[in-house]
């Protein structure tokens, strides 16, 4: 009966332990760039709508795609009216040449694309 408990314990560890790292795996970082580009989908391809920016985001989370990301248009991640005040963000600071400060996370994706939890028009 000891050795059936050990191996039960090394088994729940193993779960635990696997679980641990999925979770930790997920990762939400800052970056502040330029909106070079905005597109919005007539589907929920990609979310919807996306900005790509002059900073890589994989850069800061390697397993975002480069360039583009996502504000989750089609209400995925967050209510459609949210997302587009978002891009609305995104085009703000394209037509004034501003840059974005915006918060990303690996945790929510469409298509590799990573979603913006928050996105602020830089001043200076």
């Known amino acids: ?13 193993g779960l635990a332990l ?12 800052n970056l502040t760039a330029f909106v070079e580009k905005t597109m919005v989908y007539g589907d929920s391809t990609r ?12 850069a800061v989370l390697p397993a975002c795609k480069k360039t583009w ?5 089609d ?12 891009l ?3 085009q703000l600071a394209l037509a004034t040449g501003l840059q ?3 918060t990303v996370t690996d945790a929510k994706m469409h298509d590799g694309y990573c979603f913006v939890n928050q996105i602020k028009v830089m001043t200076e």
């Open 75 to 86: 209400g995925t991640y967050t209510d459609p009216v949210r997302a587009y005040r978002m």
């Open 47 to 58: 979310g919807g709508c996306l900005a790509a920016l002059s900073k890589n985001p994989a």
């Open 18 to 29: 696997g679980l641990l790292a999925v979770t930790a795996a997920a990762d939400t970082a």
């Open 1 to 13: 009966t000891d050795m059936t408990m050990t191996n039960g314990f090394r088994t729940m560890l």
């Open 100 to 102: 974005v400060q915006i």
């Open 69 to 73: 990301v996502t504000f989750s248009c």
């Open 88 to 90: 609305d963000q995104a």
